[in-house]
T-cell receptor
Framework: DSGVTQTPKHLITATGQRVTLRCSPR?????VYWYQQSLDQGLQFLIQ???????AKGNILERFSAQQFPDLHSELNLSSLELGDSALYFC???????????FGQGTRLTVV | AQSVTQLGSHVSVSEGALVLLRCNYS??????LFWYVQYPNQGLQLLLK??????LVKGINGFEAEFKKSETSFHLTKPSAHMSDAAEYFC?????????????FGQGTILTVHP
C-alpha cells in the first residue's frame, strides 16, 4: 500500500457525461500528479499540482481539469466524456517537487 | 523532448531463467531513470531508480539495472525468474530536479513466466 488513496476504484458512465476522480495523497506529501493509462496512448502524464497550485501540464485535454484543495487532496474532472476517455487514471504524490512519486491503485473509467 | 522505448511488448521466460527487459531513452541530457512494475489490477510499484550515482542499480525482488550512457540504455535484469515476477514492467524517465515526478513512460513489457 503506497498510502495514496484514489476513489472510486471503478466508474462506468455514458458518453457526454461528467465525472470527478478523487485522490488523497500520502500524509505530508505536497505534490500530486495525474496520469492516464490507456491501450492507445500508454501511460501519459496529465498534470501536476504543488501545494494547491498548478505546477506542470502534460497531454491533458481541454475537457479535463484538475485542482488541489487546501487539505491537499486533488480532484480530476472529466467532462463531455467520449468512448476514448476510457482508461485507468492514476494519481501519484510526492513530498516535494524533486522527490520520488508514489502511485495510487488507480480509478478505472469506462465510458459506454 | 525525452522519450523512452521498451523493446518487446511481451517477453516470455521459464521459471529459473534470466529475465532481461530492454529500455532505451532518448535525451540530450542523461535523465533520471526508473523501472516500475504493475501487477493486474494494481498500481505502479517502483522497482529501482537511477539518479546519476552508481551505474549499476539494485532494486527490490532481486532486480537490477545498468545505466549505459554510450548505449542510452537502462535494461532490467533478474538472474532467475520466479512465477511471481509475471507482471507488466514500465521503464520511465524524468529530467530530475523540480520535474522529478513528471515521468515519461515506455509502452510497457508484459513478462510471462512459465513453469
Amino acid at each position: 500500500d503506497s498510502g495514496v488513496t484514489q476513489t472510486p476504484k471503478h466508474l462506468i458512465t455514458a458518453t457526454g457525461q461528467r465525472v470527478t476522480l478523487r485522490c488523497s495523497p500520502r500524509s505530508g506529501d505536497l505534490s500530486v500528479y495525474w496520469y492516464q493509462q490507456s491501450l492507445d496512448q500508454g501511460l501519459q502524464f496529465l498534470i501536476q499540482y504543488y501545494n494547491g497550485e498548478e505546477r506542470a501540464k502534460g497531454n491533458i485535454l481541454e475537457r479535463f481539469s484538475a485542482q488541489q484543495f487546501p487539505d491537499l487532496h486533488s480532484e480530476l474532472n472529466l467532462s463531455s466524456l467520449e468512448l476514448g476517455d476510457s482508461a485507468l487514471y492514476f494519481c501519484a504524490s510526492s513530498v516535494t517537487v524533486n522527490a520520488e512519486a508514489f502511485f495510487g491503485q488507480g480509478t478505472r473509467l469506462t465510458v459506454v | 523532448a525525452q522519450s523512452v522505448t521498451q523493446l518487446g511488448s511481451h517477453v516470455s521466460v521459464s521459471e529459473g531463467a534470466l529475465v532481461l527487459l530492454r529500455c532505451n531513452y532518448s535525451s540530450s541530457v542523461p535523465p533520471y531513470l526508473f523501472w516500475y512494475v504493475q501487477y493486474p489490477n494494481q498500481g505502479l510499484q517502483l522497482l529501482l531508480k537511477y539518479t546519476s550515482a552508481a551505474t549499476l542499480v539494485k532494486g527490490i525482488n532481486g532486480f537490477e539495472a545498468e545505466f549505459k550512457k554510450s548505449e542510452t540504455s537502462f535494461h532490467l535484469t533478474k538472474p532467475s525468474a520466479h512465477m511471481s515476477d509475471a507482471a507488466e514492467y514500465f521503464c520511465a524517465a524524468s529530467k530530475g530536479g523540480t520535474s522529478y515526478g513528471k515521468l515519461t513512460f515506455g509502452q510497457g513489457t508484459i513478462l510471462t513466466v512459465h513453469p
